[in-house]
Each structure stands twice: as structure tokens, then as C-alpha cells.
């Protein structure tokens, strides 16, 4: 049985392995082609840092930092499926399923606020 989320190193191995299947994916890929992710990854292992590990730091607000994006509602599933499914890969226990929590959370917030943002425009 493969362990829980105890660590920073595992957050960033979390972090790491999503990434590298966004990058990859047909349907997000082009919201993250222009991503500097050098500079994008260690604001992503403080956000998940701090979200599941209770670490001080991160202190962006994170809608704030995608609004801009224009990722159709749908697409936000797929972010979900693809972070829980490295979740499952990887890791089980309490603070994995946190992990899957706060994602499932957080895509179905960011894809109401973009519905909204879509729905201004028409």
C-alpha cells in the first residue's frame, strides 16, 4: 500500500507527475504551453503545501491568479480526474483524500466563476 501525503517531497512529486500529465493532456495542454513552470512550480508545491500540510506562506489568492485563463466549465473536470487519478497513483490515506477533496472543490468553484465569465459574454 503506497503511503500518505506526510511531506514537502511528496508535494513535490505530486506537483511533478500532475504537470507532467497536464502537459500532455489534448484538452489542457494549451492553457499550459506558455507556462514557465520553473517559475510556476514552486508557487504550486507552497499553494498544496499550505492547503494540505498546513505549511505558512502561500498567500495568493488563487482565483485571482486564473482568472484571466479562458478554460471552458468542462475542462475543469478533467484538471479534477486527472489530479485525483495521480492522487490514486500515488498515494493513499487522509491527507491524500484531502487532497482529492480540495481539488473537486476547487474545480467546481473555478468552473462556476468561468460559466459566469462565459455567460457575460453572450
Known sequence: MSQDILMESDIEDLV??????????EGLSPFFKHLDYPTHRP????????????????????????AHMR????????????????????????????????AKTLGWTFAEKMKTKFEDEV
Open 71 to 102: 478554460i471552458r466549465p468542462a475542462l475543469f473536470q478533467e484538471w479534477v480526474n486527472l489530479f485525483c487519478a495521480i492522487v490514486d497513483e500515488r498515494y493513499s490515506g487522509e491527507i491524500a483524500e484531502r487532497a482529492k477533496l480540495r
Open 43 to 66: 508557487k504550486m508545491i507552497a499553494f498544496w503545501s499550505f492547503v494540505l500540510l498546513d505549511k505558512p506562506g502561500y498567500t495568493t489568492q488563487v482565483w485571482d491568479a486564473h
Open 16 to 25: 511533478d507527475a500532475f504537470y507532467s500529465k497536464v502537459f500532455l493532456h
